[in-house]
């Protein structure tokens, strides 16, 4: 059913903007003169359009039009505590399109609502946006309802989005005072060497001495980028795209993924989040009712590393030849041992999603204080390596001077 949006006078004379789903144009003004609304423009919405761009996506990617975890989680939960109240699923939907915060939510959901009303079952009707809705939210849904417990995986799936968000912000959130001192400190030293330090050394050189070498390398430097800035700023540029190109090619998002990994103290850190996210997303899966080889896969997709992601796949692939999940994780050289040995633990002992959890909460600790050593590291030498780069062009602006002085 089209989608329309609508511009209307109501009988207090106020304009009015919405939108309504109606077979023709028509059939949305007669809906909408019940509503005593006199209609003074109508137009079909580009909505199912966007969504159908965000389905194809560009290389099978998700586009930057998906709703944020944020919201997710805030309609996921609206949604559970509507079913927990005995509301019918497809009354719940209708009123979540009252209350949507915009109108690209407004029309997913009015879409979603009609494939449901039409006999698709929601989590088939959610997969139709996937630029809003993930696998892994898909399979939970539809564990839901073949369990009957919709309503109880709906609260789980909006704890775990809101877990999910916390733990990727933990990270960005710390980043941001050593990004903007890094930012800021390039901007000082650019300026510096652009327009300050030439006008300094065009004065030291009109006076015909001999200059030292701290003083002539700052002023070949200056030079360079007062002359060639264009050149310095297509050769960042192609760097990128060079860099950008070969982490898109398989084996060079292999190779940088792994690299990642092996950092002193960022890889750490990387593996500890990947963990954190690995464990809570299959602990929720398999809480929900999802089959265990269908969980494995789900979350492989949620992890971001392509070492990480062909450890999980060679687990699900040993899975489904007969072995437990905790052998080819130990194998895998990948996976901490505390994991490997705590998974087998919680197969023998049949509360793997409680470990899973355990081992989720244990590891999002970590992450906590992995991330305040990291910014307690990072924060001090930042300061250090800009006060070095101004020392040394304080210096060798000086060091001139001094020896003009000495001389006199």
């Not at 980028?225 to 190109?245: D, E, K, P, R, S």
């Not at 590291?377 to 040394?392: F, K, N, S, T």
Request: proline share 4%; aromatic share 6%.
């Amino acid at each position: 059913m089209p989608i329309f949006e609508y511009k209307a006078i109501d009988g207090n004379n106020r304009v009015k903007k919405g939108i309504i789903d109606a077979d023709t144009p028509r059939e949305a003004r007669v809906k909408l003169k019940k509503d005593a609304l006199f209609v003074t423009d109508i137009k079909e919405s580009r909505g199912k359009k966007k969504a159908a761009v965000a389905i194809r996506g560009v290389t099978g990617v998700e586009t930057t039009n998906k709703l944020r975890n944020e919201q997710v989680a805030a309609v996921t939960r609206q949604m559970a505590a509507l079913l927990q109240a005995g509301i019918p699923l497809a009354e719940a939907l209708r009123m979540i399109i009252e209350q949507a915060p915009d109108k690209k939510v407004e029309s997913v959901f009015r879409d979603i609502r009609e494939k449901v009303t039409q006999g698709m079952t929601f989590a088939d009707a959610t997969m139709q946006h996937p630029a809003y809705f993930n696998s892994l939210y898909a399979n939970m849904v539809r564990a839901g309802e073949s369990s009957g417990a919709l309503d109880a995986v709906l609260v789980r799936l909006a704890q775990f989005l809101q877990a999910q968000t916390r733990l990727k912000n933990k990270v960005g959130a710390a980043m941001i005072y050593p990004m903007i001192m890094v930012i800021v400190g390039v901007i000082v030293v650019a300026i510096l060497m652009t327009l300050v330090v030439p006008r300094v050394t065009q004065l030291i050189k009109g006076r015909g001495q001999d200059l030292p070498l701290p003083t002539e390398i700052l002023i070949t430097c200056s030079d360079f980028l007062v002359n060639y800035w264009l050149l310095v700023a297509v050769g960042i540029l192609a760097v990128a795209i060079a860099f950008q190109v070969f982490v898109n090619s398989e084996k060079g998002r292999f190779a940088f993924d792994n690299f990642k990994l092996k950092l002193p103290i960022f890889g750490d850190l990387a593996k500890k989040q990947a963990m954190a996210r690995f464990s809570i997303t299959l602990a929720t899966l398999l809480r929900s009712g999802v089959p265990a080889l269908q969980a494995i896969q789900v979350t492989k997709k949620v992890l971001d590393n392509v070492v990480l992601q062909n450890a999980l796949q060679n687990v699900h692939d040993r899975v489904l030849e007969g072995t437990d999940i905790a052998t080819p994780m130990k194998m895998s050289g990948v996976f901490p041992p505390t994991i490997s040995y705590m998974v087998g633990v919680g197969e023998q002992a049949g509360n793997l999603e409680e470990m899973l959890e355990r081992i989720s909460e244990t590891y999002d600790e970590e992450v906590d204080l992995a991330t305040q050593k990291l910014t307690s590291m990072l924060e001090p030498l930042i300061i250090v390596a800009l006060a070095v780069v101004v020392a040394g062009i304080v210096i060798a602006i000086v060091l001139p001077l001094l020896q003009l002085q000495r001389a006199n």
